[in-house]
Protein backbone atom coordinates (compact mmCIF):
# COMPACT_ATOMS: atom_id res chain seq x y z
CA UNK A 1 0.00 0.00 0.00
CA UNK A 2 1.42 3.57 -0.77
CA UNK A 3 2.48 5.92 1.77
CA UNK A 4 1.79 9.90 1.84
CA UNK A 5 3.06 11.26 -1.19
CA UNK A 6 4.46 14.86 -1.08
CA UNK A 7 5.00 17.17 -4.08
CA UNK A 8 7.45 18.45 -5.36
CA UNK A 9 10.28 17.15 -2.90
CA UNK A 10 12.31 20.43 -3.03
CA UNK A 11 11.08 24.35 -4.16
CA UNK A 12 13.66 27.45 -3.96
CA UNK A 13 10.86 30.54 -4.76
CA UNK A 14 11.96 33.83 -4.55
CA UNK A 15 10.42 36.41 -1.63
CA UNK A 16 6.68 37.70 -2.84
CA UNK A 17 6.11 34.52 -5.30
CA UNK A 18 3.41 32.41 -4.28
CA UNK A 19 3.34 28.33 -4.14
CA UNK A 20 1.49 25.40 -4.47
CA UNK A 21 2.18 21.85 -2.47
CA UNK A 22 0.26 18.75 -2.92
CA UNK A 23 -0.19 16.12 -0.75
CA UNK A 24 -1.51 12.50 -1.83
CA UNK A 25 -2.76 10.36 1.16
CA UNK A 26 -3.17 6.81 1.64
CA UNK A 27 -5.83 4.69 0.09
CA UNK A 28 -8.90 5.28 1.83
CA UNK A 29 -7.38 7.57 4.32
CA UNK A 30 -9.47 11.03 3.99
CA UNK A 31 -8.32 13.18 6.80
CA UNK A 32 -5.43 15.18 5.42
CA UNK A 33 -3.13 17.81 8.00
CA UNK A 34 -0.33 20.11 7.49
CA UNK A 35 2.57 20.95 9.65
CA UNK A 36 5.25 23.33 9.20
CA UNK A 37 8.83 22.48 10.93
CA UNK A 38 11.40 24.97 11.85
CA UNK A 39 14.48 24.83 13.47
CA UNK A 40 13.45 27.94 15.94
CA UNK A 41 9.67 26.81 16.01
CA UNK A 42 9.92 22.94 15.49
CA UNK A 43 6.49 21.13 14.17
CA UNK A 44 3.74 23.60 14.04
CA UNK A 45 0.46 22.48 12.57
CA UNK A 46 -0.97 24.05 9.85
CA UNK A 47 -4.57 22.76 9.49
CA UNK A 48 -6.84 19.68 8.89
CA UNK A 49 -9.30 18.79 6.06
CA UNK A 50 -11.65 16.04 5.91
CA UNK A 51 -14.11 15.39 3.45
CA UNK A 52 -13.32 18.61 1.61
CA UNK A 53 -14.20 20.77 4.78
CA UNK A 54 -11.35 22.61 6.99
CA UNK A 55 -11.90 21.06 10.41
CA UNK A 56 -9.04 23.06 12.23
CA UNK A 57 -6.42 26.07 11.58
CA UNK A 58 -3.79 26.84 13.07
CA UNK A 59 -2.11 29.74 13.89
CA UNK A 60 -1.06 31.19 10.62
CA UNK A 61 -1.63 34.33 8.32
CA UNK A 62 -4.60 34.26 6.13
CA UNK A 63 -1.55 34.11 3.38
CA UNK A 64 -1.50 30.09 3.92
CA UNK A 65 -4.37 28.66 2.62
CA UNK A 66 -5.27 24.54 1.71
CA UNK A 67 -7.82 22.90 -0.02
CA UNK A 68 -8.96 19.08 -0.21
CA UNK A 69 -10.25 17.58 -3.43
CA UNK A 70 -13.29 14.74 -3.79
CA UNK A 71 -10.53 12.09 -4.01
CA UNK A 72 -9.27 13.04 -0.79
CA UNK A 73 -6.09 14.77 -1.92
CA UNK A 74 -5.23 17.84 -0.63
CA UNK A 75 -3.07 21.06 -1.62
CA UNK A 76 -1.79 23.73 0.45
CA UNK A 77 -0.47 27.35 -1.06
CA UNK A 78 1.39 29.91 0.73
CA UNK A 79 1.04 33.25 -1.08
CA UNK A 80 3.52 36.43 -0.99
CA UNK A 81 6.46 34.27 0.06
CA UNK A 82 8.37 35.81 3.27
CA UNK A 83 11.66 34.54 3.69
CA UNK A 84 10.51 32.85 7.12
CA UNK A 85 8.71 30.40 4.96
CA UNK A 86 11.17 28.77 4.53
CA UNK A 87 10.85 25.56 6.23
CA UNK A 88 9.90 21.73 5.70
CA UNK A 89 6.41 21.72 4.72
CA UNK A 90 4.76 18.04 6.15
CA UNK A 91 1.51 16.31 5.23
CA UNK A 92 0.03 13.98 7.18
CA UNK A 93 -3.12 11.28 6.54
CA UNK A 94 -5.69 9.62 8.84
CA UNK A 95 -8.36 7.32 8.59
CA UNK A 96 -10.76 9.64 10.00
CA UNK A 97 -10.57 12.68 12.62
CA UNK A 98 -10.24 10.82 15.78
CA UNK A 99 -8.70 8.25 17.48
CA UNK A 100 -6.44 7.53 14.23
CA UNK A 101 -2.79 7.30 13.90
CA UNK A 102 -1.33 9.74 11.39
CA UNK A 103 1.13 8.88 8.94
CA UNK A 104 3.18 11.30 7.52
CA UNK A 105 4.92 12.19 3.90
CA UNK A 106 8.47 12.85 3.18
CA UNK A 107 7.67 16.79 3.29
CA UNK A 108 8.35 19.70 0.57
CA UNK A 109 11.18 21.61 1.33
CA UNK A 110 10.54 25.11 0.82
CA UNK A 111 13.41 27.63 0.54
CA UNK A 112 12.54 31.30 0.05
CA UNK A 113 15.43 33.62 -1.44
CA UNK B 1 2.67 26.81 20.89
CA UNK B 2 4.41 23.44 21.77
CA UNK B 3 2.23 21.37 24.34
CA UNK B 4 5.03 20.03 25.81
CA UNK B 5 9.00 19.29 26.27
CA UNK B 6 10.93 16.71 25.57
CA UNK B 7 13.85 15.39 27.79
CA UNK B 8 16.78 14.83 26.92
CA UNK B 9 17.17 17.22 24.25
CA UNK B 10 20.15 14.85 22.89
CA UNK B 11 21.43 11.43 23.86
CA UNK B 12 24.57 9.57 22.82
CA UNK B 13 24.92 5.63 23.15
CA UNK B 14 26.66 2.89 22.46
CA UNK B 15 25.06 0.25 20.41
CA UNK B 16 23.57 -1.75 22.41
CA UNK B 17 22.30 0.27 24.81
CA UNK B 18 18.79 1.01 26.18
CA UNK B 19 17.71 4.36 25.15
CA UNK B 20 15.16 6.33 27.38
CA UNK B 21 13.37 9.58 26.55
CA UNK B 22 10.17 11.35 28.09
CA UNK B 23 7.74 13.74 27.31
CA UNK B 24 5.70 15.86 29.02
CA UNK B 25 2.43 18.21 28.26
CA UNK B 26 0.06 20.30 29.52
CA UNK B 27 -3.07 19.68 29.07
CA UNK B 28 -5.75 16.81 28.80
CA UNK B 29 -4.91 14.67 25.91
CA UNK B 30 -7.02 11.51 23.78
CA UNK B 31 -3.57 9.90 22.20
CA UNK B 32 -0.18 10.24 22.16
CA UNK B 33 1.92 9.07 19.40
CA UNK B 34 6.04 8.91 19.30
CA UNK B 35 7.20 9.75 16.22
CA UNK B 36 11.15 9.61 14.32
CA UNK B 37 12.63 11.35 11.81
CA UNK B 38 15.87 11.31 10.38
CA UNK B 39 17.89 14.58 9.11
CA UNK B 40 15.04 16.43 7.96
CA UNK B 41 13.07 14.16 6.17
CA UNK B 42 9.26 12.81 6.95
CA UNK B 43 8.21 11.42 10.09
CA UNK B 44 8.37 7.68 10.75
CA UNK B 45 4.73 6.56 12.66
CA UNK B 46 6.31 4.35 15.99
CA UNK B 47 3.12 4.12 18.47
CA UNK B 48 0.33 5.24 19.20
CA UNK B 49 -1.19 5.22 23.07
CA UNK B 50 -4.35 5.88 24.29
CA UNK B 51 -5.46 8.19 27.22
CA UNK B 52 -6.68 5.12 28.58
CA UNK B 53 -3.40 3.02 28.40
CA UNK B 54 -0.80 2.79 30.85
CA UNK B 55 2.09 1.39 28.54
CA UNK B 56 2.62 -0.24 24.94
CA UNK B 57 5.10 -2.77 22.93
CA UNK B 58 6.04 -2.46 19.47
CA UNK B 59 9.58 -4.77 18.85
CA UNK B 60 12.29 -3.20 20.39
CA UNK B 61 9.64 -0.17 21.48
CA UNK B 62 8.30 0.56 24.59
CA UNK B 63 6.04 3.62 25.27
CA UNK B 64 4.43 4.10 29.12
CA UNK B 65 1.70 7.19 29.59
CA UNK B 66 1.19 8.51 33.03
CA UNK B 67 -2.15 11.05 32.71
CA UNK B 68 -1.47 11.99 36.66
CA UNK B 69 1.66 13.14 35.59
CA UNK B 70 1.14 14.06 32.17
CA UNK B 71 3.55 12.50 30.80
CA UNK B 72 5.01 9.47 28.31
CA UNK B 73 8.37 7.29 28.19
CA UNK B 74 9.29 6.00 24.93
CA UNK B 75 12.42 3.14 25.31
CA UNK B 76 14.03 1.71 22.66
CA UNK B 77 16.04 -1.26 23.64
CA UNK B 78 19.12 -2.96 22.25
CA UNK B 79 19.71 0.12 20.58
CA UNK B 80 21.35 -0.03 16.65
CA UNK B 81 23.18 2.90 14.82
CA UNK B 82 20.19 2.74 12.28
CA UNK B 83 17.94 4.27 15.45
CA UNK B 84 20.27 7.67 15.23
CA UNK B 85 17.23 9.70 14.52
CA UNK B 86 15.15 12.38 16.57
CA UNK B 87 12.60 11.32 18.44
CA UNK B 88 8.92 13.24 18.56
CA UNK B 89 6.05 13.11 21.17
CA UNK B 90 2.60 14.58 19.44
CA UNK B 91 -0.54 15.05 21.11
CA UNK B 92 -4.02 15.12 20.33
CA UNK B 93 -7.42 16.29 22.06
CA UNK B 94 -11.00 15.25 21.42
CA UNK B 95 -12.02 18.87 20.96
CA UNK B 96 -9.11 19.43 18.30
CA UNK B 97 -9.92 16.75 15.81
CA UNK B 98 -6.57 15.51 14.56
CA UNK B 99 -4.20 18.28 15.21
CA UNK B 100 -1.10 17.36 16.69
CA UNK B 101 0.98 19.03 19.11
CA UNK B 102 4.44 18.54 19.14
CA UNK B 103 7.42 18.64 21.36
CA UNK B 104 10.70 19.83 20.73
CA UNK B 105 11.72 15.85 20.01
CA UNK B 106 15.17 14.21 21.61
CA UNK B 107 18.21 13.74 19.11
CA UNK B 108 19.45 10.24 19.67
CA UNK B 109 23.53 9.28 18.54
CA UNK B 110 23.98 5.67 18.26
CA UNK B 111 27.49 4.87 17.90
CA UNK B 112 28.56 1.61 16.83
Known amino acids: KAGVTQTPRYLIKTRGQQVTLSCSPI?????VSWYQQTPGQGLQFLFE???????NKGNFPGRFSGRQFSNSRSEMNVSTLELGDSALYLC????????????FGQGTRLTVV | SQQGEEDPQALSIQEGENATMNCSYKTSINNLQWYRQNSGRGLVHLIL?????REKHSGRLRVTLDTSKKSSSLLITASRAADTASYFC????????????FGGGTRVLVKP
Open chain 2, 90 to 101: ATDKKAAGNKLT
Open chain 1, 92 to 103: ASSLAPLDAEAF
Open chain 1, 49 to 55: YFSETQR
Open chain 1, 27 to 31: SGHRS
Open chain 2, 49 to 53: IRSNE
